[in-house]
């Protein structure tokens, strides 16, 4: 296409757009009509209006295209990944080939399966600061986008932020419980000689009362470091740690004690039982160490252990073991349990066993998992989703229809 050509297309999809912005009452389907001329218009497998929420310093989507591309529930914090980066610089950013370039590790949309080989994204720039950005992903040509692609959508998202700012743009509330424990820019960083080894980057998440959040990512992104900082087993080197509302950022080491006795149950991926001590015997002793346990018994008829009460770990599969392990921690009657990989050491069918009494534990006794593990299809059973790359949230994603245990498999 020569030039005096592709600038009279791009004219009139930019005609195309401001009809879109102007005649549209609805701001949200003005700026699903305008995303979708957008894509059309670059010959592009997906797309997505990102818009900046400026209570919680989160973005939104908006608006998504592309086939088998769901994104309506995820967020993303702003300065993170492509979309929070081009948001908090108000800076372009085209990606000829995403394989080659240095500054991308990955996008949203290899979540889904979906590779982004070449992408644009643009901010959505308001009169002071970005308040969102607009993202597109390959040709469905298989060719490179250019500077006249680039140039085409900073254009179009210049009309589409003018119209949000005219009209303004109600970013929908999501229902949730009450916070349990809040963390606020919490930041971890460890001395290795005369350098400083950065595990986490400002990390922002609420964790709420009767949900199942899963926690991804892969081998040294901050997942565990996460889990302990919650878990009063590590400290924050920088930000705040909030547990019904009181700070135990700087909480001394009787106070962590008190939280991970009264507060919290664990369940570890090596079991760690007593092994001199029956499935009762270890249950028992955990019991005898808090104000308020629950029965025992109870406890083990919770999980389906009631004729296992007498054997030893020795005596028992590797399963059985594991919900031994989730009764010692529901025993506490503890407010969030914390699962670290629960299942990687076990098959499939024990693996689904346990899973089935983690929802259980959810579902019936209204307490609030955290579970980490390296299995997505595990997340497929959770409320939230939140995944970590290189020491920050990358993304959170909410299951507004969870599957149970017998659903899931790998």
């Given at each position: 296409?020569?030039?005096?050509?592709?600038?009279?297309?791009?004219?009139?999809?930019?005609?195309?757009?401001?009809?879109?912005?102007?005649?549209?009452?609805?701001?949200?389907?003005?700026?699903?009509?305008?995303?979708?001329?957008?894509?059309?218009?670059?010959?592009?497998?997906?797309?997505?209006?990102?818009?900046?929420?400026?209570?919680?310093?989160?973005?939104?989507?908006?608006?998504?295209?592309?086939?088998?591309?769901?994104?309506?529930?995820?967020?993303?914090?702003?300065?993170?990944?492509?979309?929070?980066?081009?948001?908090?610089?108000?800076?372009?950013?085209?990606?000829?080939?995403?394989?080659?370039?240095?500054?991308?590790?990955?996008?949203?949309?290899?979540?889904?399966?979906?590779?982004?080989?070449?992408?644009?994204?643009?901010?959505?720039?308001?009169?002071?600061?970005?308040?969102g950005c607009v993202l597109i992903i390959n040709r469905t040509d298989g060719r490179l986008y250019d500077k006249d692609d680039l140039e085409m959508c900073e254009k179009m998202a210049a009309l589409a932020a003018m119209t949000i700012e005219e009209k303004?743009?109600?970013?929908?509330?999501?229902?949730?419980?009450?916070?349990?424990?809040?963390?606020?820019?919490?930041?971890?960083?460890?001395?290795?000689?005369?350098?400083?080894?950065?595990?986490?980057?400002?990390?922002?998440?609420?964790?709420?009362?009767?949900?199942?959040?899963?926690?991804?990512?892969?081998?040294?992104?901050?997942?565990?470091?996460?889990?302990?900082?919650?878990?009063?087993?590590?400290?924050?080197?920088?930000?705040?740690?909030?547990?019904?509302?009181?700070?135990?950022?700087?909480?001394?080491?009787?106070?962590?004690?008190?939280?991970?006795?009264?507060?919290?149950?664990?369940?570890?991926?090596?079991?760690?039982?007593?092994?001199?001590?029956?499935?009762?015997?270890?249950?028992?002793?955990?019991?005898?160490?808090?104000?308020?346990?629950?029965?025992?018994d109870d406890a083990l008829e919770l999980v389906g252990l009631t004729s296992r009460a007498r054997n030893y770990p020795s005596q028992m599969s590797g399963g059985q073991q594991q919900r031994v392990s989730i009764a010692r921690a529901l025993v506490?009657?503890?407010?969030?349990?914390?699962?670290?990989?629960?299942?990687?050491?076990?098959?499939?069918?024990?693996?689904?066993?346990?899973?089935?009494?983690?929802?259980?534990?959810?579902?019936?006794?209204?307490?609030?998992?955290?579970?980490?593990?390296?299995?997505?299809?595990?997340?497929?059973?959770?409320?939230?989703?939140?995944?970590?790359?290189?020491?920050?949230?990358?993304?959170?994603?909410?299951?507004?229809?969870?599957?149970?245990?017998?659903?899931?498999?790998?």
């Amino acid at each position: 296409m020569n030039e005096n050509n592709r600038e009279q297309k791009h004219n009139k999809a930019s005609w195309r757009i401001m009809s879109q912005l102007l005649e549209t009452e609805d701001i949200a389907d003005a700026l699903e009509g305008t995303l979708e001329i957008i894509v059309d218009e670059l010959g592009s497998e997906a797309g997505a209006v990102w818009i900046l929420n400026p209570k919680d310093n989160m973005l939104v989507p908006a608006c998504c295209r592309g086939s088998s591309i769901d994104i309506s529930d995820m967020t993303v914090e702003n300065g993170v990944g492509i979309e929070g980066v081009v948001t908090g610089t108000g800076k372009s950013v085209m990606i000829s080939d995403v394989e080659k370039d240095p500054r991308i590790d990955e996008s949203i949309y290899d979540e889904y399966g979906r590779k982004a080989n070449t992408m644009i994204c643009v901010p959505l720039k308001a009169m002071t600061d970005a308040i969102g950005c607009v993202l597109i992903i390959n040709r469905t040509d298989g060719r490179l986008y250019d500077k006249d692609d680039l140039e085409m959508c900073e254009k179009m998202a210049a009309l589409a932020a003018m119209t949000i700012e005219e009209k303004g743009y109600n970013i929908p509330d999501k229902e949730h419980g009450k916070v349990i424990i809040s963390l606020r820019n919490i930041t971890k960083e460890y001395k290795s000689g005369d350098e400083t080894l950065k595990v986490l980057r400002r990390i922002n998440l609420d964790i709420y009362e009767n949900e199942f959040v899963v926690v991804l990512g892969e081998s040294g992104c901050g997942k565990s470091t996460m889990m302990n900082i919650i878990g009063g087993m590590d400290k924050p080197t920088g930000g705040m740690i909030m547990v019904e509302g009181k700070d135990f950022s700087n909480a001394s080491d009787k106070e962590l004690t008190d939280y991970r006795r009264e507060y919290l149950g664990f369940i570890f991926q090596s079991y760690n039982l007593m092994p001199n001590l029956s499935a009762r015997g270890n249950v028992q002793f955990i019991a005898e160490i808090c104000k308020a346990p629950m029965n025992v018994d109870d406890a083990l008829e919770l999980v389906g252990l009631t004729s296992r009460a007498r054997n030893y770990p020795s005596q028992m599969s590797g399963g059985q073991q594991q919900r031994v392990s989730i009764a010692r921690a529901l025993v506490k009657n503890p407010k969030l349990i914390l699962a670290d990989e629960p299942t990687a050491a076990l098959d499939f069918q024990t693996g689904q066993e346990v899973l089935r009494v983690i929802g259980k534990v959810v579902k019936e006794k209204g307490t609030t998992v955290i579970m980490i593990t390296h299995n997505v299809e595990i997340a497929k059973m959770a409320d939230r989703v939140v995944r970590l790359r290189s020491g920050k949230i990358s993304s959170i994603k909410r299951n507004y229809q969870p599957l149970s245990a017998d659903e899931i498999s790998w």
